[in-house]
């Protein structure tokens, strides 16, 4: 990620490959002149900075290889490539001027080197006469982090010294006291207000526990709207996208209509989730198919599927020892799924989706939740996304999409939800730099609280030669950045703003409130609200919070599973998964729930069962097998377990170097085991208290005859789990 920072950096200030192997080049001779005058921590950081931008030039010369090989080239190059044209070839670059003679150019503090160099090449023919007109406000330059250059506007009035400078002044938003509040931030003159609305003061409200604030905010909403004002005037702001999952669930606890903006990824969401999960398992049907996912896929409410008959029917499976799909054939929803399989390979992809949308109920079910219009957006979006891959390709099928949207999880990429457009009046929840240019009659600062806005530390893993960044950040307060977002927040409101935080914060030791910025507001615009009233309220509220939702048993349920338990034993690894998860434990552990198995425990199956041959072997005639017959059970074990061509190949390498040299390590400590993969708690029972115990050692060795000490042995492939190891 710090690499791929770093290149993105390079590219939109204009730096090729080239150019950036001069400055390395340069960087590297001034170390060699005056390392031998540096102390032992500034030659250390030298050396450093050398040794990681010479990796990173030689990075950046096989990517920009890769991307000519492919034939491609990335967001940044879109620009890039057009500036180079114009700065390396006049003719063509007089077509565009002749054709393109005005320029107009908005938000002008967001732009970067890249952009702030193709506009001054179109305009270059006019030299400081052209017809140029640039919008911009340095106090809202918000977007450092993806590029923006604040030098841009120094430069602007360097090349074009006549240009009329239009000063804007008047503000038709916010109250004199916003205005007067945010002033300080910028260190700047308030702006004339143009307004009607009574001025309030800035409400600051500090609590002790982020669970009070939260009731605060939720209560303090609820309150707006019952004396009349529309949620739609309502917004809370919030700094980073993941305390926006946070107000979500909060919203829907305590329902409040809210609208959600910010740019979520909507591939994360509960519902994109389950219908996406429902396309793997259709598209697996042909092939091999993680039972686990099919079991959990039918037991989605909109799939009406008998949940006490699923369960029988996995307990079937588990003693027939069948796979779910095969005890699965004659249901009708199983036909359903087969059926689906069978019509995508017919259908267009686009009619695929709609038909599995529509046909597994989950429409149906979206339309009767509280607040439909939230997930029929995140599925627009996912809708959208499929045209757009169908416009690319348009022989795309189902079970393309479905490899394409794998490859999208283990590259990370996102699928941002757009912007719910509603008729309906509901709360705004959004980024500060998603707020920007909008406006709301209340705001809301969430979670108001230092090294969350402001004072954050920042690990700059890859530092660039001096000069690269145009504008001179050293010069610049490390937390103006952060300081002119908080201005924009602040400044989004009309009339009232509330800033909110807490002390302690159970996912950040560092979060405690207040930010820093609130020694920049002038203290006759603050006010402080008396929050005692939901501290004292504390053990309500945090019954409310704490309250587990009552378990789901199903009709019948109780009945079949006290059968299933009267005749259970627990062992090691079955209790393990209970204190794990209680649900997991039922599926896994009394259900036993089919599931194809992970490529990591197949590997783990092949590695055991090498060291179980090793040990009968030797148990069994007194001599130690080779290391080739040693290797060649894990390999002909492996070969049995179900893995993909690259896994196997893949698993293969792991385990024949590390089965050697654990067997080079252990050779002349092998002796015969007392047993081999021995039973214990089956035919004589083994109890604690109450609880009959069953399980299976690996190996057990004799330590002492005489005192009859044993040393229980369990072959672990895994990263180890034990306290203190």
């Given at each position: 990620r710090d690499i791929i920072s770093s290149l993105s950096d390079l590219k939109r200030e204009g730096i090729t490959v080239n150019k950036f192997a001069q400055l390395v080049r340069s960087l590297g001779q001034d170390f060699e002149a005056e390392k031998d005058s540096l102390g032992k921590t500034a030659f250390a950081e030298k050396e450093k900075l050398v040794s990681k931008n010479v990796d990173l030039l030689a990075i950046y010369k096989k990517y920009q290889a890769e991307l000519i090989r492919l034939g491609r080239f990335d967001y940044e190059d879109m620009i890039n490539w057009v500036v180079e044209a114009f700065e390396s070839d006049p003719e063509f670059l007089l077509a565009y001027q002749e054709k393109f003679q005005y320029f107009l150019v908005d938000e002008y503090q967001d732009t970067n080197s890249a952009q702030n160099r193709l506009i001054f090449a179109l305009a270059s023919f006019w030299g400081e006469k052209a017809n140029i007109f640039v919008v911009g406000d340095t106090d809202q330059s918000i977007y450092r982090f993806q590029g923006a250059n604040l030098e841009n506007t120094h430069q602007f009035e360097n090349k074009f010294p006549s240009a009329v400078k239009i000063t804007l002044d008047q503000n038709y938003r916010s109250t004199p006291v916003i205005l007067s509040s945010a002033a300080p931030l910028i260190a700047g003159s308030p702006l004339n207000h143009n307004v009607v609305h009574e001025p309030k003061p800035v409400k600051v409200a500090k609590f002790n526990s982020s669970v009070f604030e939260d009731?605060?905010?939720?209560?303090?909403?609820?309150?707006?709207?019952?004396?009349?004002?529309?949620?739609?005037?309502?917004?809370?702001?919030?700094?980073?996208n993941k305390d926006l999952d946070h107000l979500v669930n909060l919203m829907k606890q305590k329902g409040i209509p809210y609208r959600l903006e910010g740019g979520t990824n909507i591939l994360t969401t509960p519902l994109i989730n389950q219908f996406l999960k429902i396309l793997h398992v259709v598209t697996s049907l042909h092939g091999s198919i993680d039972d686990l996912d099919l079991f959990i896929v039918l037991n989605y409410p909109y799939i009406n599927f008998d949940s006490l008959a699923l369960l029988k029917l996995s307990r079937t499976a588990h003693v027939n020892k069948q796979p779910l799909v095969d005890v699965l054939q004659d249901t009708e929803i199983f036909n359903l799924f087969v059926s689906w399989g069978q019509s995508a390979s017919s259908l267009t992809l686009s009619e695929s989706f709609q038909k599995i949308f529509q046909e597994s109920g989950l429409m149906d079910y979206i339309l009767k939740l509280p607040q439909p219009i939230t997930e029929l957006n995140?599925?627009?979006?996912?809708?959208?996304?499929?045209?757009n891959q169908l416009a690319t390709n348009p022989s795309l099928d189902l079970f393309g999409y479905v490899k394409n949207l794998d490859l999208m999880e283990q590259h990370g990429v996102k699928m941002p939800?757009?912007?719910?457009?509603?008729?309906?009046?509901?709360?705004?929840?959004?980024?500060?730099?998603?707020a920007k240019g909008r406006?709301?009659?209340?705001?809301y600062v969430y979670r108001f609280a230092d090294t969350h806005w402001g004072n954050k530390t920042i690990r700059q893993m890859i530092k660039l030669p001096t000069g690269i960044i145009s504008s001179d950040l050293s010069k610049e307060d490390k937390n103006a950045d952060e300081r002119r977002l908080f201005y924009v927040a602040l400044t989004r409101a009309k009339q009232e703003v509330y800033l909110s935080g807490a002390t302690t914060y159970s996912h950040s030791t560092r979060m405690i409130f207040p930010a820093m910025f609130l020694s920049d507001l002038p203290k006759e615009h603050l006010k402080e609200i008396k929050t005692e009233k939901y501290e004292k309220n504390a053990p309500q509220i945090l019954a409310d919070l704490l309250t587990p939702a009552a378990p789901t048993v199903h009709d019948g349920e109780e009945e079949y599973l006290k059968e299933i338990v009267a005749n259970f034993k627990l062992s090691p690894t079955a209790l393990n998964t209970y204190l794990q998860c209680h649900y997991k434990f039922k599926l896994d552990n009394l259900y036993r729930i089919p599931r194809v198995k992970a490529p990591a425990m197949c590997f783990g199956t092949a590695v055991h069962v090498a060291l179980e041959n090793l040990h009968r072997k030797l148990a069994k005639t007194g001599k130690l097998e080779t290391k080739k017959e040693f290797i060649s059970d894990f390999e002909a074990a492996l070969k049995r377990e179900v893995l993909s061509e690259s896994e196997l190949k893949d698993r293969l390498v792991h385990g024949q170097k590390t089965l050697s040299a654990y067997y080079d390590h252990y050779r002349n400590e092998f002796k015969p085991p007392l047993f081999t993969e021995k039973n214990f708690g089956y035919t004589n029972p083994i109890?604690?208290?109450d609880i009959p115990l069953s399980g299976k050692s690996d190996r057990v060795d004799l330590i002492n005859k005489k005192n009859k000490a044993v040393r229980f042995i369990d072959y672990k492939t895994g990263a180890p789990k034990t306290r203190g190891v």
């Open positions: 009731e605060f905010l939720a209560r303090s909403i609820k309150d707006k709207i019952k004396i009349g004002i529309s949620p739609s005037d309502i917004a809370v702001i919030v700094k980073e995140r599925f627009s979006t996912l809708f959208e996304d499929v045209k939800e757009s912007t719910l457009v509603s008729d309906k009046e509901a709360v705004t929840l959004t980024t500060a730099h998603k406006e709301w009659l209340i705001v109890l604690l208290d």
